[in-house]
């Protein structure tokens, strides 16, 4: 399934420019763009509506940002069988505005019984909630070596990990005192184990 929030439907049509073949274009065609449509300029709309994209406006919610409600209607399309197994890949989620940033990291706790991942061109994040043991299978060839692990909103009073350089052991984090931040992935396989709400995060290889 691929959703675009109405702001990142103007950027992959840009992008689309540069595509050479029909079948590059389509592929990157979305099923739906969801939002408010206040960022999509007009001959956007119309060209994804004319190759069959789903306009989907929510410009009666402003409660919620873009990709809130791109999320709510992923989770809400797909079928309770699929949920448990699904994961969610936000595109162009990281950079620019911090505000803007700030807002998708507080979907992924909104959504926390989802599986999110938000994508830049340097790293990626993902929450890992207090609820789990977490095995994290580390793809060397794309990502690594550094990484970060913290808390946002409540402290750790407890962290424990395996797998990286310098491993958390029984260890309290908090914004004011002690983050792990520019560690290093010393495994094929990280495990963390904590009793508060952590984000993940690990560069990406440019591989360009």
């Not at 989907?56 to 402003?62: A, R």
């Amino acid at each position: 399934m691929r959703i675009c929030a109405d702001g990142g439907a103007n950027r992959i049509f840009d992008e689309m420019s540069q595509m050479t073949n029909d079948l590059d274009r389509n592929r990157y065609i979305p099923e739906i763009i969801e939002g408010d449509m206040d960022s999509i300029r007009p001959e956007v709309k119309r060209y994804y509506s004319s190759q069959g994209s789903k306009i989907s406006d929510k410009s009666h919610n402003q409660e919620t940002t873009d990709l809130h409600k791109c999320i709510s209607s992923i989770r809400h399309r797909t079928p309770n069988h699929e949920k448990p197994n699904l994961c969610v890949l936000v595109t162009g989620a990281l950079g620019g505005r911090f505000d803007h940033e700030a807002a998708n990291i507080n979907v992924l706790y909104a959504f926390s019984d989802m599986r999110i991942v938000l994508l830049s061109d340097d790293c990626l994040i993902q929450l890992l909630p207090k609820t789990h043991h977490h095995e994290i299978y580390i793809e060397s060839s794309v990502e690594g070596p550094h990484c970060g692990i913290f808390p946002i909103g409540a402290p750790s009073t407890s962290t424990t990990t395996t797998g990286l350089k310098w491993n958390l052991s029984d260890a309290e984090m908090r914004f004011g005192s002690m983050i792990s931040t520019s560690n290093i992935v010393d495994s094929d396989k990280v495990t963390v184990q904590s009793d508060a709400d952590l984000l993940w995060t690990i560069s990406l290889r440019n591989l360009t």
